[in-house]
Every structure is written in C-alpha cells, then in structure tokens.
C-alpha cells in the first residue's frame, strides 16, 4: 500500500509539472504571435482614412477609420469604395452606397469622375445630399484627389433644384458627422455692391446664417443676388439672375450663370456688375480669379463691349 501510494503520488507530480509546462509553452506562444500581431498591424506606412457611411435613421454622417498601405491612387479610390459599400458592422450605422451602384472610377487631373446607375436618381433628396457629402469625404482624403465630380452616364449630375452639381471638393461641405443634415452656421461675409450712381464699388460687411452643406462660393451669389440695404449701396446683379454652377480649381472659381446675369440692374455699369463677383470672391480663401460663363457659353460680350471670355482678377480700384 505504501509504494503504491508513493506511485500514485510521482505520477500526480509528472502530470501537474508536464500541463504547468504545456501550458507555459501556449502562453509564450499566444505572446509572441501578439507581438508579431502588432508589429504588422502597424507599419511605418499605413495611412488612415474615415469612412462615412448613414446613420441609422438616416439624417447623420458618422464615420469609422481605416488603414491601408495601399498608395496608387486609382487603387485606394477603389478600395474606400468597396468599403462605402460594404455594412460597418454596426446596428447604429449603414452603408452609404446601397440603393445605387458606381458603375465606372476614372481619374482626370486631381478629379476623381464617378458614374452612378440612373437608379441615384430615385435618392429622397436630403439622403442624396448626405450621400453626395459622404462620397466626397471619404474620397477627398486620398493625397493627389482635389476633386470629385459624379456624373451619370451621359449626362451631368443634378441636384434637387436641377441644376448641375459639378465638381466638389472637402471643403463644400462642412464636416457635421455628428449633427444632422439642417445644421446651420454663421459667418460674417466681404461683399462688393454697387455705389448709388453705379459706377463703382462699395465694401459691405454682413453676418449670415447658412445652410454647411452649401459651398461658400454659392453664399456669396446667393447674398450678391438678394442685393443690399446698406447705406450707399445698391444691388450690383439682377435679382433674377439663377446660379447654374459655381466650382472653384487651382485658384479660379468657375462661375456658370442664366442669362439674366445680361441684363444689368438700372444705372449699373457691366465692369461694377462683374467685379462685385470677382472682389467678393477674392474675400475667400484660396480664391484669386474668376471665370464667367452664361449657360455654359463664356464667349459672351456683356454691356457694349466686356468680353466675359477672359480671367478676372480683384480690382479694388473701382472701390469707393
């Protein structure tokens, strides 16, 4: 009884020293896989990028980040697409491409060009604004993209008033991943408005509340169109004057206008109507010429003989 205790007990010794040294042995190998882990996780060149997508109740733009070590730009507009498409992963949030598809990604001069099915046509028109925001969030990250234009395929995109969206940048629209799509913001504004004999500029100062998913370029229109109530001033563009497209490249803002824009407000010289454009533009920043075209079409004389064809720079000399 004696030595078949004492075997009993080396045996329990064996069992216990050989499971304490297996189970060392998985430690250390758990240990060292998690540090091989990390050490690829993070390399020296991943990049982080985030990425939009809806909310749930689909008013909201929250977003999660992603890293990559992929630098081609065509390939990373690719991938950041593929993600746009595909769920978080989280109940609270959404895909943002999902009742449309992109059908083709093409790069052209720092723009990114996307065509989407004519299906994005049927987007409620607040989600396609989020949407159009989400896109260009998300993509405007990537190094050597300063542009993102959607288009469908044979034709201009348009937004809900019918006019042409063009190219869009970071900037146009204001990051509110945590508000909801009315959230408003105020500024004060430089603009330029015809002096009361309309031959020169007077400088007006005015503090606006706006909607951030506009761009700035298309407030300062907007404020140039409603006109001016200021002492000294009057109204420098015909109040019917619409706003086809404004988009800013390179410096130069590109603004495309109805034919209304012709017809000058009573005893307005065409160089005041022109330049209280081109010096209120040149209050913004990264904005140092402008570009006018009628319809699409620049080879337009305006008053007897402005040619509209050329580039305008600030011209502070007609300020009074």
């Known amino acids: 009884m004696v030595v078949a205790d004492r075997m009993r007990k080396r045996l329990l010794h064996k069992m216990i020293y050989r499971a304490a040294v297996c189970a060392m042995l998985i430690f250390m190998s758990a240990f060292l896989a998690m540090l091989a882990g990390c050490g690829e996780a993070v390399p020296d060149n991943t990049d982080t990028y985030n990425i939009y997508c809806l909310d749930r109740e689909e008013n909201r733009l929250p977003y999660y980040e ?81 542009y993102v234009t959607l288009r469908y395929r044979d034709r201009d995109l348009t937004d809900a008033l019918g006019q042409p969206v063009g190219a869009m940048t970071v900037t146009q629209f204001v990051d509110n991943a945590e508000d909801d799509l009315s959230t408003y913001d105020d500024m004060e504004l430089t603009l330029y408005f015809a002096d009361e004999d309309g031959t020169g500029l007077v400088k007006v100062t005015r503090r606006v509340e706006y909607n951030t998913n506009i761009s700035l370029e298309k407030l300062v229109l907007e404020q140039l169109i409603a006109g001016t109530d200021a002492q000294g001033a009057k109204a420098s563009v015909n109040p019917q004057t619409e706003i086809i497209n404004v988009t800013v490249k390179d410096g130069i803002c590109y603004v495309n206008l109805s034919p209304a824009f012709l017809s000058l407000p009573e005893g307005v010289h065409a160089d005041v109507s022109i330049y209280s454009i081109v010096d209120s533009m040149a209050e913004l920043k990264g904005i140092s010429k402008v570009m006018f075209s009628i319809d699409g079409n620049s080879d337009i004389v305006m008053g007897d003989n402005i040619s509209l064809s050329g580039q305008y720079e600030r011209n502070l000399d007609i300020v009074r």
């Open 66 to 146: 992603y890293s990559t070590q992929t630098v081609d730009i065509q390939a990373l507009a690719d991938e950041l697409i593929l993600l746009l498409k595909t769920s978080p992963g989280d109940v609270k949030k959404k895909e943002l491409i999902k009742d449309f598809d992109i059908e083709d990604i093409s790069l052209k001069d720092k723009t990114l060009i996307l065509t989407v099915s004519e299906s994005y046509a049927n987007l409620p028109p607040t989600k396609e604004v989020l949407i159009r925001a989400g896109i260009v969030r998300t993509l405007g990250q990537i190094e050597g993209i300063d």
